[in-house]
């Protein structure tokens, strides 16, 4: 099956990304994307993720066969969209979009990367 192309978010989706970054601070929040039709349409939460002030852990092995999944968005406490030397790594072996909401978690406090932590745009719909 091939990859679809991701070049938009749904506002909704991005919304519930920040407000749910600003619920879990100073704890980082993480979960997957699910694309649809080129645009990331929904979270999805991963049970047994564990969130800490420094990091997140996604379980990956409890989510089911799932070919819409598109990548991953997660928190940053402070205020840098950065990806670190872990974020990238994950990135690489882990989908082609990752969003990274950070401190103080509004409308412009977000970045998203390709698989190889190069910055990309995504359209808002």
Do not use: N
Request: proline content about 7%.
């Amino acid at each position: 099956m091939a990859r679809q192309q991701i070049t938009a978010i749904k506002r909704s989706v991005l919304d519930m990304i920040m407000a749910a970054a600003k619920d879990s601070h100073p704890r980082e929040f993480a979960c997957v994307l699910r694309g649809i039709d080129g645009a990331i349409a929904e979270i999805v939460l991963v049970p047994g993720t564990v969130m800490g002030d420094r990091h997140a852990l996604l379980r990956l092995h409890m989510l089911p066969i799932d070919f819409t999944i598109v990548g991953s968005a997660h928190s940053h406490p402070s205020p840098s969209c950065e990806p670190s030397r872990a974020d990238m790594d994950f990135f690489s072996k882990f989908g082609p979009v990752h969003i990274i909401a950070s401190y103080p978690y509004e409308s412009d406090s977000w970045a998203a990367y390709d698989r190889d932590g190069t910055p990309i745009e995504l359209d808002i719909v």
